[in-house]
């Protein structure tokens, strides 16, 4: 037996992991829990009431201010560790269910949901380390200096450009409501397959605008030079608070995000892992 299939034998044992599994999926309900606060967050800006950070970080501080709050956040941590690991699995041998060009852009999703799990594991971590600096403050930092390095302007470009287009492809994702192919959608009945089809579209649509409008202010920051107007959802979000309608459009957005939020739910219980 070569090493490699031995190696691969090994992996697949640990991603069978029923601990492994149940982590993940308690891992849903905190993310779940992160967006719905994030949600409240925005609700808070759109309204014009001062609150902190307008994204996960900022919605793992309001937890983490609460009574047993720190204990939240830790286990909320684990859990969104748990799911990296899952999706590092995935990345690495999953989806076999899938065949050629399909299999490459499932593993590829799937790495790039690692890296997102692993940050916000990482963001829980700082909170419960009470590490308070904000994250909307962290990236306008990192946007000054990297403007200040040679070809800096045009990495801080090319970011808002990804995140521009992570922005569309995560409306796109709900539209065509992909998401329901990672669901056990056989185990659930009509009703509550609605209902989740109703979440998932409104939530992928809401954090892609979202996210969308933060890649475009970190475009318009590396074009105009100007480190301020990168500060990730934070900015996005009160960016659109200032538009005409803004606080209308703000919160269907952050009625949108909820309902991710309550999304996150159905896939602790349905969700393929």
């Not at 994250?135 to 970011?159: F, I, N």
């Not at 521009?164 to 185990?187: D, M, N, Q, S």
Request: hydrophobic share 50%; with cysteine.
């Amino acid at each position: 037996m070569s090493a490699t299939h031995t190696a691969g034998a090994s992996a697949a044992r640990a991603a069978n992991s029923k601990s492994l599994e149940l982590l993940a999926r308690a891992g849903f309900v905190g993310y779940g829990l992160v967006h719905l606060l994030f949600a409240w967050l925005a609700l808070q800006i759109a309204f014009g009431r001062p609150a902190d950070d307008g994204d996960q970080s900022g919605a793992l501080r309001t937890l983490a201010a609460q009574p047993l709050g720190t204990f939240l956040v830790a286990a909320i941590g684990v859990g969104l560790l748990a799911m990296a690991i899952w999706q590092a699995f995935e990345a690495a041998i999953g989806h076999q269910e899938y065949r050629g060009r399909e299999r490459l852009f499932e593993r590829l999703t799937s790495a790039g949901r690692t890296l997102v799990y692993f940050y916000f594991a990482w963001t829980a971590y700082q909170v419960v380390q009470q590490a308070n600096s904000s994250s909307a403050d962290k990236q306008q930092a990192l946007t000054e200096q990297l403007m200040g390095s040679s070809g800096g302007r045009l990495l801080v470009g090319l970011a808002g450009l990804g995140l521009a287009a992570l922005g569309v492809g995560l409306i796109w994702y709900g539209v065509v409501k992909r998401f329901e192919r990672h669901l056990r959608t056989g185990e659930m009945d009509h009703r509550v397959r609605t209902v989740a089809r109703r979440l998932g579209v409104a939530g992928y649509a809401a954090k892609g605008v979202a996210y969308g409008i933060a890649g475009l202010l970190l475009l318009t920051a590396a074009i105009n030079y100007d480190p301020d107007q990168s500060r990730g959802l934070d900015g996005a979000l009160h960016t659109l608070r200032e538009q005409s309608y803004g606080g209308i459009l703000l919160t269907l957005v952050a009625l949108g995000i909820g309902a991710f939020g309550v999304f996150c739910f159905v896939q602790a219980r349905y969700r393929k892992v």
